[in-house]
């Protein structure tokens, strides 16, 4: 059997590890489960119920993308493995991944306070400091895609998770804050220039805000 990847591509995360499938030609089958809609389903294979979910051919189980993305790599080998194999740019790829990484799952987190707090609940002090840490982590990517001007690629000549993962987080938190990118115009650009591109089109739907679970049975 081949390869189930389980989860919606308006899910950064889910989407990250199929551009990551496709560019190393891994033919997967692709179930768009909704984690609020498909919970149950998703638990029978993620104790979390949580997406993305990769169930490998032997039908071992993966649970977390970045994981999933290292046991692609492995799988490839390091020649052919979208991340740098040592030295300095395996650690500039691995710091603008965890800068992204940091950006989106704050914007997770004010989403999903925006949702499932009534109007009037919502910790103002909670979603001010979130949105800092997010705004703290756009200006870091943007200097970095600044000082890239010139170059296609964040790191190196190529394109690595790096790339995929400043691409897949930033168009995420973009759609569901909503949030103007103006501000961060190096950013904006390198984002526009990589979802332009078939791969990130082909594994792309708009961000969906999840509604409650009560509004959701009703």
């Known amino acids: 059997g081949r390869m189930i990847l389980i989860g919606m591509y308006d899910s950064s995360y889910t989407r990250r590890v199929a551009i990551a499938m496709s560019l190393y030609d891994m033919p997967f089958e692709h179930r768009s489960w909704s984690v609020g809609r498909d919970f149950d389903r998703i638990r029978q294979y993620n104790p979390l119920g949580r997406a993305p979910t990769l169930v490998l051919d032997d039908g071992e189980v993966l649970t977390e993308s970045a994981m999933m993305l290292d046991y692609l790599d492995d799988v490839v080998g390091s020649q052919r493995a979208l991340m740098p194999a040592t030295g300095i740019a395996r650690r500039d790829a691995q710091r603008l991944i965890a800068l992204a990484t940091g950006a989106i799952d704050k914007a997770v987190l004010i989403v999903l306070e925006r949702i499932f707090r009534p109007v009037g609940m919502h910790s103002e002090a909670w979603l001010s400091r979130c949105c800092t840490q997010v705004g703290g982590a756009l200006g870091e ?55 332009a591109l078939p791969v990130f089109r082909q594994h792309y739907i708009p961000f969906d805000a999840p509604v409650p679970t009560s509004k959701a049975s009703a």
């Not at 690629?153 to 690595?160: N, R």
């Open 141 to 195: 990517l943007d200097k970095a895609c600044a000082a890239r001007a010139g170059h296609d690629w964040l790191v190196g000549d190529a394109m690595t998770h790096a790339d995929i993962a400043v691409a897949c987080y930033t168009t995420h938190l973009r759609e569901s804050l909503p949030l103007d990118l103006s501000p961060w115009p190096a950013l904006r650009a390198h984002v526009d220039r990589s979802e």
